[in-house]
């Protein structure tokens, strides 16, 4: 079974056993909903945490998992992360990605130019944007829209984008 990461605890919060979550998943709601299982790897070995609550607090979520009542329970999760199995990923509706689908894809023109590898995703607003690494040249960043991605090819690990003006 793969696991895929969907936030990083960075720190507790408190000390009834909440711990601080920064998210790296589109899906906060359902992720972090109460009675979702989730997974966090100490020392080599693989734990099983149930979500008991958790609410959205600035830039992250609190979350309080099942069985974990103190500070002391939680304060060796800091600085690991919390993973969903592949079986309780969401299912995506049509020309939607996950984050771990799209990096590592080259990036090909619609005339056939190879530009890169993508090497990250940004999430600055309106849509996503694709980072993509230019061997001798600076990154370049493609917004996620569809008049310039045409097609995500998962088989064949290849992006059709279309340049438009502006994009360097």
Known sequence: ME???????????????EVRVMPTTDFIDE????????????NGERLELTIEKSRQHKAFMLVKFVGYDNINDVEKFRNHELMVSSEDQEPLEDGQYYYHQIIGLTAKTTDGEELGKIKEILSPGANDVWVVARPGKKDLLLPVIDDV???VDLDNGVVLVEMMEGLE
Do not use: C, M, S
């Not at 696991?3 to 056993?17: C, L, Q």
């Not at 992720?31 to 100490?42: G, K, N, S, V, W």
């Open 149 to 151: 991605v045409k097609d």
């Open 31 to 42: 992720r972090f909903a109460p009675d979702q299982t989730l997974y966090i790897e100490i």
């Open 3 to 17: 696991f895929y990461n969907v936030g990083k605890i960075v720190n507790t919060h408190g000390i009834r056993g």
